[in-house]
């Protein structure tokens, strides 16, 4: 396939007609826009021919799409971009406008070279610091949430007076195909701008979503994307043909004026075709018909470029081949120089970009808190909250019911009256677009603090933090960084509003997320300090880090018994680093190593098994991401026996992860766990069958303790 598409170029070329159909003031862009949709069908080219060499990775291509040009010369360069993975040529045009030959790039992509400037060897993708492309990967539509937050980021920032990555009228574009159009996560974020339009708030976004029927072997039927979003009310519709530059050029500079005038959104449904299939390993003639390839070549939108610019009297049909064929050996050079460039060759290079810390740094950013009564945790992060909007001018709290309610617990309860709605508020109930909008305002210049009313709530969003937050700074090189603190309400034991949706134990999903921090406290200083810590590595390093809340613990005044106070703290008087636990007591005997509300439970056992002669200690993990392992095996050592209070379940629970540790850094002791089972929650009291309670840590607690230690 990929020489039937040259081929039947150059021969369709050949067969022109000189013309003249005057094209001014059209004429001299067309040439520019030209250039960058043949270096766009050159990169297709050699990315097959050298990937059949084995110099090569990556063949999804471009070729079909090359009408996109005219979409970036309808945009500023400095407008942001969130690009389809088929935008070769508004790459390559964009970089033209800031004076760059964008061919290079693009080949170090494909050939993995460490040189390329914004991944560096992890990834082919598009994206350019400088020119406000921000890299996104493969997964379906999952970059259109972040778009929308970018979108609302722009004038937000501006109507909070606090300095932005983006000019006080730019507006934000984000492509994508016809068949991640259908995807849950676009319609949903469509929506969300035309909902957030809806209430007069500016929303900047030019979906861009080029249409070529199929999606890998599905086809989309036609007229579809035009009947789907042809007569949405509140977003307002364009339609360009890919084929005709000259006419995709004057719908898009249409479009993006529209949403740059107006602060709405607009759909730019572009018609493309899709040639040499999907990617370099796809046989499209195993599920498309050769009448329907053909049809495909003559709607090829690089030979409509040249049927125009020959009709136009602009280039004779040679000219035409020359530049062609000059573009050909241009595009060779280079991939023979990228193919010959330095790769990643260690653990240590891929890794570097995920999660850098500066904890000195971090450290000497703390600023103290002050309230003048013990507070629960609930109030104490709520304080907490409100400290942090006086100091830091660009953080946002937002979710579902945070503002006026204050949130379902009264966590945020006053904060909206504090800081005002343009920074306290509420956002429609989606997660995707609650985390995807604290992605586009992080990446912004912003600093969100995003709420997840339940953990149970996470588990249909997650890729947002998976595949878009924790993979930004690793396919940029840290150019593009995601500060933002996700709180979560979660875990178990609520009383009186039970129910799995309401007391889900499920942290699996975070916690094999590379670099994603996970702080999970347990007392109610400890969840001061650490979300303070949380706030400060978001604005110092650019850390995503979720901040999960036991809802049990919310409003829990007392430890031992009635009126004791016990689980009531005044304002932290210490940082608490990433990566630090929190011992308490100094038993000899027996190590419990817990977090959350397993905590509680092991100091309340604690007492019980002192009354029985065994004398424990108390390690709370605080961080799971990443475990406090040099707390861990000092603890451990220090008893020689320890168990792992694990609330979570015994499958993917956090055990799991505590007891790796300790074998992997040669711990000889006696080390056993004790979890919840391995079952969703249960509403009313039958869900104490399946959650570990107090009686269990403590008989598994006295048996241990009754085991010798080994000698050796």
Same mark, same amino acid.
């Given at each position: 396939?990929?020489? =039937? ?10 067969? @022109? ?12 862009? @067309?040439?520019? %826009? ?37 979409? /970036? ?88 007076? *606090? ?6 009228? /730019?507006?934000? #574009? ?33 979906? *861009?979503?080029?249409?070529?029927? %199929?999606?890998?072997? #599905? ?20 339609? &360009? ?14 479009? &993006? ?18 040639? $040499? ?72 290079? #891929? ?27 609930? +109030? ?7 400290? @942090? ?7 946002? *709290? ?17 904060? +909206? ?11 429609? @109930? ?16 912003? %600093? ?30 840290? =150019? ?13 034991? =609520? ?80 940082? #608490? ?21 397993? *905590?509680? $439970? ?69 080390? =056993? ?40």
């Amino acid at each position: 396939m990929t020489e =039937q598409v040259d081929e039947h170029f150059v021969a369709s070329v050949r067969a @022109l007609a000189p013309g003249r159909r005057p094209l001014a003031p059209v004429g001299p862009q @067309l040439l520019e %826009l030209f250039d960058a949709q043949l270096g766009s069908r050159h990169l297709d080219l050699a990315a097959r021919e050298f990937r059949a060499r084995g110099l090569g990775y990556y063949t999804i291509g471009s070729s079909g799409h090359e009408g996109n040009a005219a979409v /970036a010369a309808a945009l500023r360069p400095t407008d942001p971009a969130l690009l389809h993975y088929r935008s070769g040529a508004f790459y390559l045009e964009r970089m033209r406008q800031l004076g760059r030959n964008g061919l290079l790039d693009v080949l170090l992509g494909m050939m993995a070279a460490t040189d390329e400037p914004i991944a560096g060897g992890r990834h082919k993708v598009f994206g350019h610091h400088d020119a406000a492309i921000i890299p996104q990967t493969s997964t379906i539509a999952s970059h259109l949430p972040r778009a929308l937050g970018v979108a609302f980021a722009i004038d937000r920032a501006r109507k909070l007076g *606090v300095p932005s990555k983006w000019a006080p009228d /730019a507006i934000t #574009v984000c492509s994508f195909g016809d068949a991640s159009a259908n995807h849950s996560t676009a319609a949903g974020s469509i929506n969300a701008a035309v909902y957030t339009a809806y209430q007069g708030l500016p929303v900047p976004l030019l979906f *861009v979503c080029e249409d070529n029927g %199929l999606g890998i072997s #599905v086809p989309t039927p036609q007229g579809w994307i035009a009947t789907a979003y042809g007569s949405r009310p509140g977003l307002r519709y364009f339609h &360009a043909s890919g084929f005709d530059l000259v006419q995709t050029r004057e719908v898009a500079t249409e479009a &993006a004026e529209y949403v740059r005038r107006h602060r709405k959104p607009a759909f730019l449904h572009l018609s493309t075709v899709r040639l $040499m299939g999907h990617a370099g390993s796809d046989a499209e003639v195993a599920y498309r018909s050769s009448a329907d390839i053909i049809d495909g070549l003559a709607r090829d939108p690089v030979l409509g470029t040249a049927e125009t610019l020959v009709a136009a009297g602009i280039l004779t049909p040679a000219d035409v081949l020359e530049r062609y064929e000059a573009k050909r050996q241009e595009v060779r050079e280079l991939a023979e120089d990228a193919s010959g460039r330095p790769q990643l060759d260690s653990a240590k290079a #891929v890794m570097a970009p995920l999660a850098p810390r500066r904890p000195a740094l971090v450290a000497s950013r703390i600023e103290p808190l002050t309230w003048d009564e013990p507070a629960t945790f609930a +109030q104490a992060v709520n304080r907490t909250l409100a400290q @942090l909007l006086g100091r830091h001018p660009g953080l946002c *709290v937002f979710g579902e019911d945070v503002a006026r309610k204050g949130g379902v617990y009264g966590v945020t309860r006053g904060l +909206q009256k504090l800081a005002g709605a343009g920074r306290v508020f509420d956002t429609l @109930l989606d997660e995707q677009s609650v985390l995807g909008l604290g992605l586009g305002l992080g990446v912004s210049g912003l %600093l969100p603090v995003a709420e997840i009313q339940y953990l149970a709530y996470l588990h249909n969003a997650v890729d947002q933090l998976r595949g878009e937050g924790a993979s930004l700074p690793f396919f940029s090189q840290g =150019q593009y960084r995601n500060p933002m603190v996700v709180r979560i309400a979660g875990y178990a034991y =609520q009383k009186g509003f039970g129910g799995h949706f309401h007391n889900d134990n499920a942290v699996a999903a975070l916690r094999d997320i590379p670099g994603l921090v996970i702080a999970s406290p347990s007392r109610p200083d400890d969840a001061a300090a650490m979300l303070r810590t949380c706030v400060t590595a978001a604005d110092v390093d650019g850390t995503l880090s979720v901040f999960l809340e036991p809802i049990a613990l919310y409003h829990t005044r007392d430890l031992h018994s009635e009126g004791d106070g016990g689980w009531l703290a005044p304002a932290p008087t210490e940082h #608490v680093p990433i990566g630090r636990g929190r011992t308490h007591g100094d038993g000899t005997d027996l190590t419990l190593v817990s977090f959350g509300n397993g *905590v509680r $439970m092991s100091l309340r056992v604690a007492r019980r098994l002192a009354a029985d002669g065994i004398s424990c200690r108390v390690l709370d993990l605080r961080w799971l991401a990443p475990l406090p392992v040099e707390d861990l095996l000092r603890e451990a050592a220090a008893t020689g026996r320890v168990l792992v209070v694990d609330e979570t379940r015994r499958t993917g629970g956090v055990a799991e992860g505590v007891i790796t540790a300790l074998g992997d850094e040669g711990f000889t002791g006696i080390v =056993q766990r004790v979890a919840s089972e391995d079952s969703f929650i249960p509403l009313g009291d039958a869900a104490r069958t399946v959650l570990l309670s107090e009686d269990d840590i403590h008989d598994a607690a006295t048996s241990l303790a009754a085991q010798p230690l080994h000698t050796f």
